[in-house]
């Protein structure tokens, strides 16, 4: 059983509350200028828009299948049985073809930084694998975001429209969406007047990747296989570099500090 969010627009009060709980469990700045931004970011992994009295949260969607997770040379991105979409900044070689294949438009870059790093929210893998809900959840005072078993959620989520048919628009986005992803979400306006794409597949978006990638015969062992030796050449040059700077410092007598 993989986790999820459920996120229930019709129950959001704008607040935030889940903005700034994630910027502190991240280790990233908050104050009125970020709240202020109606956009994700490098420095900002949720986002509650707002139109009237109407709320929309936006975040990684951590989708089942994930097409981030298909493009990157590398294995830098990593979908894992409980549920989050993971990023092994290590590994990653900075080639952001995982910016260009995902469908929600999420990876960031941190273009001003000198050695830049792809963010996005990984659904507080650490957190979760702790047994404990997201931070964006746990905070919310109306429990418009819900963390839980996704077979549960998605249950649930039917059960409220069916409850409440004239209170909630009939689809719950996330359910089959490029199939499936662990973000569900619950609306009482069309999904599009946030900016949430309605022309997606319900096949996983990787069948197409790699069908596309198959007609390009030369992309998948040239491409894979320059970038790869790019990145090797990276992690091999730290390596010696490092191995040196043991050999530097056991000659001067600093062996174990
Ligand atoms: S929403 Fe985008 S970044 Fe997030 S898991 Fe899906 S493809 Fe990857
Ligand atoms: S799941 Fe964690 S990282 Fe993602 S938006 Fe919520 S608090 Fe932020
Ligand atoms: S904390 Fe909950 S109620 Fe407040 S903005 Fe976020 S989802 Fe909405």
Redesign the pocket.
């Known amino acids: 059983m993989s986790k999820a969010l459920l ?1 229930d627009a019709t ?9 700034q709980g994630c910027s502190e469990q991240n280790k990233l700045p908050y104050n009125d200028a970020i709240a202020a931004e109606e956009r994700q970011s490098d420095h900002k992994y949720t986002v ?1 828009l707002t139109k009237g009295d109407r ?1 929309m ?1 936006r975040l990684c969607m951590n989708c089942e299948d994930p097409a981030c997770a298909s493009v990157c040379p590398v294995g830098a991105l990593r979908k894992t049985a409980a549920g989050p979409v993971i990023y092994d900044e290590d590994r990653c070689m900075g080639c952001r073809y995982c910016m260009v294949a995902c469908p929600f438009g999420v990876p960031k870059y941190e273009w001003s930084k000198v050695l830049p790093k792809v963010q996005k929210c990984t659904m507080c893998s650490k957190r979760v694998l702790a047994g404990q809900p997201t931070a ?1 959840a746990e ?4 429990g ?2 819900k963390f839980g078993e996704r077979d549960e959620l998605v249950a649930e989520a039917e059960q409220r429209i069916r409850d409440n048919p004239n209170q909630y628009v009939n689809h719950i986005y996330g359910l089959n969406e490029v199939g499936g992803t662990s973000v569900l979400l619950l609306s009482g306006v069309a999904f599009e007047n946030f900016g949430y794409r309605t022309d997606l597949t319900r096949d996983a978006l990787p069948v197409y990747t790699y069908r596309v990638l198959s007609r390009i015969p030369d992309f998948v062992p040239l491409g894979g296989m320059v970038l790869g030796g790019i990145w090797w050449i990276t992690h091999r040059r730290e390596e010696v570099a490092e191995a040196e700077g043991g050999e530097h410092r056991q000659g001067h007598g600093e062996v174990g500090r």
Do not use: H, L, N, W
């Open positions: 996120y129950m959001c009060i704008g607040c935030k509350q889940c903005e509650v709320f949260r964006c905070i919310c005072p109306t418009a975001t």
